[in-house]
């Protein structure tokens, strides 16, 4: 020990802020998330570990729900609706500035790509954890973006570069006429969409105009703004997108890619990382790409460019998404870092960190398999409807290279206003392979009830030889997955009905650990319930 | 003493869906348990005054709402109602909320005749709009809901005749 000891260095080399042992100042005192469910929980153990103090918003369906337990404070925002609640900008930054809250993050979904919101919040003297307001708005807005990739000269999935005009009868000529220069069958997509709301696909030109106004009003209702483009459907394909990261000083690197084709009504049901089956050139050109795109935006914190890969191996570009999506997790458990935390040091004005520049470097040549399953309250049986409910029993997996991200626990509500996502369940090893056994383990140790889920999907494929031998097409889900459900739901079935007829006749034989003690649990209050092997 | 037959009906709540039949007759003493070796939930729901006990089974990550009941019992109770039933083959169709959510929009009015698959309903959950379809031809009787309107699992949309 000296009296004024050297900078010590960390692990990566570069030099330290710890001054004399003390722990490190936080960039800011305290965040707020301006989000619900397991993105809100995921940001603020970010917090926790740097030393930011936290706040929750929450509507009136959350007033217990997992999020608000987890921050150090919350504010009532309103009613469950989320355009009365978390859509609301203006209680937000109300509510921030009300607890003292220098930074707002927006996790996914809601305000997360709404420039106005972003301007709003530094409007207000506060720091917005994401990219600039002009950037969402150049990036955000996906006819902005298909244009500004053209012009950056990554090839655009062919289709239109303006609004179709929607609200205007005369014109419906000619949207119909540019529709048959996309060519059928097509999307009609949200501009300010994402996540599959507010696309709808169109077979010919008579389902136009029924397609146009579902996918405006879904968008409107969802994004508060109705403007639908068309893009042609490329089929089959793979939908394959990259992490990116920049700096308020203009570097922008890209973290690795993604692999999210298993899809289902366009929501992404399975994610991996990396791309399996890509080329070291393939992904060094497609992480080109992203860069340039994001480069052209003056991208600062994180976003995700995505792309779809064809089947004579040519990429895409769909669209860019300004915000942390919900699949981060496999990327940062192969690259080896906290996106959170970078977003957070970078919103504070630093540069990107030795551990990010680090994880580019090696991203074309990623050494780990992470995937990730979305766990949703959501009936695989009948086409994953929402299927809102209580949580009853919740058993969550853990042990080596397992990572859950969740707001739930027993006895939660799953409202019927927001995204159906309960938890993500993610593993990680050295190849896909063995991340796939580790997933069917961990999938084995997890166990819900009271809500339907779509863990039977899950199981299934994490066993399939098909998914095994190799990524499926974003179709898979829709062509086979109704046959392949059936005889694993028989089964479940029969032993159900047997697991009931043995616990209502209380048989307090082998097969039937099922009842709680020879007593009469069926007079029992409340849900109360016995949880064994079934049959042994 | 005599051994009584424990023999139970059990039915799914809902409609079975893929893969599945809606009601069979189980032994628990005497029949062979299913060979599967998965783990299972259960949880009684209702104790059923009435001799039917509903109970909420998890198996594979599969859930179930089923009832059981006496097996004699069971099958008188059927006899007493399959007259009833005959006569509702051809009368009128409750359509009924199958998620909670918001009605987004109405598409039919009382007196519509519909086409099997017309769109009668636009019902919004989690963010998602869904189309409710006729599930046969036939003239809207009522139209239980109004735009805007919230619902629950198991309320009465529309009735067909």
Known sequence: ?536 | MAAVSRRVRVSLVEAAGPGGRDAAEIDPDADEAPPASRTAIVAPLTAGRDGRSRVEVVVDGWRFELVVEDAARAELRRRATREEDAAAADGPAEIRAIIPGRVAAVRVVAGDAVEAGRTLLIVEAMKMQNELRAPRAGTVERVAVGEGQTIENGDVLVVLR
């Open chain 1, 1 to 536: 020990m000296t009296d004024a000891p050297a900078r010590s260095t960390d692990a990566s080399g570069r030099p330290s802020l710890r001054k004399d042992g003390g722990a490190r100042r936080p960039p800011f005192t305290r965040l707020l998330v301006a989000n619900r469910g397991e993105i809100a929980v995921r940001v603020f153990r970010a917090c926790r570990e740097m030393g930011i103090e936290t706040v929750a918003v929450f509507s009136d369906a959350d007033v217990t729900a997992g999020h608000v337990r987890a921050a150090d404070r919350a504010v009532r925002l309103g009613p469950a609706p989320a355009g009365e609640s978390y859509l609301r900008g203006d209680a937000i930054v109300a509510a921030a500035l009300e607890t003292g809250a220098e930074a707002i993050h927006p996790g996914y979904g809601f305000l997360a790509e709404r420039a106005s919101f972003a301007a709003a919040v530094d409007a207000a003297g506060l720091t917005f954890i994401g990219p600039a307001s002009g950037t969402i708005a150049a990036l955000g807005d996906k006819l902005a973006a298909r244009r500004s990739a053209t012009a950056a000269g990554v090839p655009v999935v062919p289709g239109t570069l303006e609004p179709a005009p929607i609200d205007r009868p005369d014109q419906v000529d000619a949207v119909i006429a540019s529709a048959e220069s996309v060519g059928f069958p097509l999307l009609v997509k949200a501009a300010a969409g994402g996540g599959g709301r507010g696309m709808r696909r169109v077979d010919d030109a008579a389902g136009l105009p029924a397609a146009l106004d579902a996918a405006a009003a879904e968008a409107r209702a969802a994004f508060g703004d109705g403007s639908v483009y068309l893009e042609r459907e490329i089929r089959p394909a793979r939908h394959i997108e990259v992490q990116l990261l920049g700096d308020r000083a203009g570097a922008v690197v890209a973290l690795g890619e993604r692999d999210c084709s298993l899809q289902r009504r366009h929501q992404k049901l399975v994610e991996e990382a990396p791309a399996p089956g890509l080329t070291r050139d393939e992904r060094r050109d497609l992480h080109e790409m992203a860069v340039r795109v994001a480069q052209a935006a003056g991208l600062e914190s994180a976003a995700t460019a995505e792309f779809l890969l064809d089947d004579d191996r040519r990429f895409w570009f769909l669209e860019v998404n300004t915000r942390l999506q919900v699949e981060h997790g496999v990327t940062e458990l192969v690259a080896d870092l906290d996106l959170v935390r970078e977003q957070i040091l970078i919103a504070a004005g630093e540069p990107l960190s030795a551990i990010v520049l680090g994880a580019a470097e090696r991203a074309t040549e990623p050494e780990r398999h992470a995937i990730e399953v979305r766990l949703s309250a959501e009936d695989p049986a009948r086409d994953f409807i929402p299927m809102p409910g209580v949580i009853g029993d919740w058993r969550m997996p853990s042990g080596p290279g397992v990572r859950v991200d969740t707001a739930a626990a027993a006895g939660d509500r799953v409202p019927p206003e927001y995204d159906p996502l309960v938890a993500k369940i993610l593993v990680v090893d050295a190849d896909r392979d063995r991340a796939l056994d580790r997933l069917a383990r961990a999938l084995a140790e997890t166990e819900v009830s009271g809500i339907q889920t779509t863990l039977p999907f899950h199981r299934h494929m994490a066993v399939d030889p098909g998914f095994r031998a190799g990524p499926l097409p974003i179709d898979w889900v829709d062509e086979h997955w109704a046959e392949a459900l059936r005889p694993r739901r028989e089964a479940a079935l029969e032993a159900a009905r047997w697991a009931a007829a043995a616990a209502v006749a209380n048989i307090p034989a082998r097969s039937t650990a099922l009842t709680l003690d020879g007593s009469t649990p069926w007079i029992r209050a409340g849900r109360q319930r016995a949880i064994e092997r079934w049959p042994r």
